[in-house]
């Protein structure tokens, strides 16, 4: 099968939901081996899901492997070529959905005896720690802020192949240190495909998808991901 920038991005967003949502499932299910696992475990694996991500766009295609419509949107505003937009966000976000829809058919037997339809919801999609707005879209924004302008600070110099690890160890700081609010979502596509797999799939004794909350893990990303670009740019980088 031929490579393109297409399938990198659907298929590196892919892994990076199983993965990601994967660990989320293992954390809170009922009976699940790593029931209880906490915050620490979470933040790990979604750095290793982020590493493992990259690697796999970058292999079928993507070389600059975003798998996060904020990041797209990013390098359309720091380049103003916006061409690349509308697929890779269509791909990105097919991508979330397949890994999401996985990640229930890893963990079947597990949604039933799992009473808590707020931990099924969280699997798929973030929440915030506290409801408000403004707090939650400045975690958003700011967060996403820093996975952009610290990214794009790395040296182009690195051995080859080493970006995505330096990438990975970024969402991890970001998590640990920025998480707490909101999930620290950072990535439309990583809440909004979820969220739709959630809506749609028969998942046993599931409740509401928060779609209330939704639109701030999408546009709390993209602005930051604009002001990141607009950011960068004033620097001439």
Not at 37 to 58: E, P, S
Not at 219 to 235: D, H
Request: hydrophobic residues 50%; neutral net charge.
């Amino acid at each position: 099968m031929q490579t393109s920038q297409f399938l990198g991005e659907l298929l590196g967003t892919l892994v990076l939901i199983l993965l990601g949502d994967g660990v989320v499932a293992n954390v809170l299910l009922k009976g699940s081996k790593g029931e209880n696992g906490g915050w620490i475990v979470i933040t790990a694996a979604w750095a290793f899901a982020v590493m493992c991500g990259i690697f796999v766009a970058q292999k079928f295609g993507s070389a600059d492997a975003h798998l996060n419509p904020a990041v797209t949107v990013a390098m359309a505003v720091k380049s103003g070529d916006w061409s690349n937009v509308a697929p890779f966000i269509t791909a990105q976000l097919i991508g979330a959905f397949l890994g999401a829809t996985l990640v229930w058919l890893v963990y079947l037997p597990h949604w039933a005896v799992t009473e808590d339809k707020g931990l099924k919801l969280g699997v798929f999609a973030t929440a915030p720690a506290i409801r408000n707005t403004t707090g939650n879209l400045i975690s958003e924004i700011v967060g996403t802020i820093i996975l952009i302008v610290v990214s794009g600070s790395f040296t182009a110099n690195l051995p080859n192949g080493f970006g995505p690890y330096l990438v990975g160890m970024l969402v991890w700081a970001i998590g640990l240190s920025l998480g707490g609010p909101t999930g620290y979502a950072i990535n439309p596509a990583r809440d909004l495909g979820p969220r739709i797999a959630h809506a749609v799939l028969p998942i046993s004794g599931k409740g509401t998808s928060d779609w209330g909350y939704a639109w701030v893990p999408v546009v709390g990303p993209i602005v930051g991901g604009a002001l990141a670009a607009l950011f960068l740019s004033l620097y001439g980088f």
